[in-house]
């Protein structure tokens, strides 16, 4: 396992990229793929999971900056200033994307490039702007919140969103009950765990290659075994692309 993606065989035919992100995530990669891979690839949407809001709202707190771990964190931080709630502008992001999103939402972006580990690291570097409010969802990974009281940083999460399972669609089931290549990209430890949940409920006769985000999206895979697996180098959803398009492109 590892982000060198063996090379695989041409296909004559365009290789089925089962989707499970959340939407509106799982249709702009989708766009992404086409983008990237032209007609080699046709994706097939089939989101695990649903985000709805929670409605909870902070302490009665004064905050120096959010923390913000995922896209729906970033959406979840702009519900609460529409609904009144007064957060910081300032706002420390996991990742690239998810700063992008936290800009368009009119927050004030930094980010991490990482993962958790990196944005911990981030935000020891910038404890002056404690005191941290975390906006995550009701499965927060990382601790992120536990490793900074444990540095004497003062640091708060909370509940913005919760992501309801969701089974996998007839046209992805159809894809994998059927002989041939099969890519499926997974972005985060739950949605993994979902799939390989969704996938042992019937039989799979497609030949499945997986591409995680990370060691902790793959963990979730082990169970699989044998499996082929790749995992990127970068937790970015460029790399998933970059190792979908060597599997597609080397000879």
Known sequence: MGGNTACMPLQSRAIPVIITRPEPQANRFAQEIRRDLGNKAIPIISPLLQLRFSGNQPPDHRFGALVLTSEMGAQSALRLREEGVIIPDLAYCVGDRTAQVARQNGFLPVSASGDARDLVSLLLEHRKDAPFLH?????????????????????????????????????????????????????????????????????????????????????????LEPVHLEIADNPTQESIRHMMSQALNCA
Do not use: M
């Not at 099969?182 to 993994?192: G, Q």
């Not at 390989?196 to 169970?223: C, D, M, R, T, W």
């Open 135 to 223: 906006l995550h969802g009701q499965e927060a990974r990382g601790d992120i919140v536990g490793k900074l009281t444990a540095q004497n940083v003062e640091a708060i999460g909370l509940v913005t969103y919760f992501q309801e399972p969701l089974c996998l669609t007839e046209e992805a089931k159809f894809t994998l009950s059927k002989d041939g290549e099969v890519f499926v990209p997974l972005f985060s430890p739950r949605t993994a765990r979902i799939w390989a949940q969704e996938i042992s409920k019937f039989k799979v006769l497609a030949n499945l290659s997986h591409f995680a985000l990370s060691p902790a999206v793959a963990e979730e895979l082990k169970g």
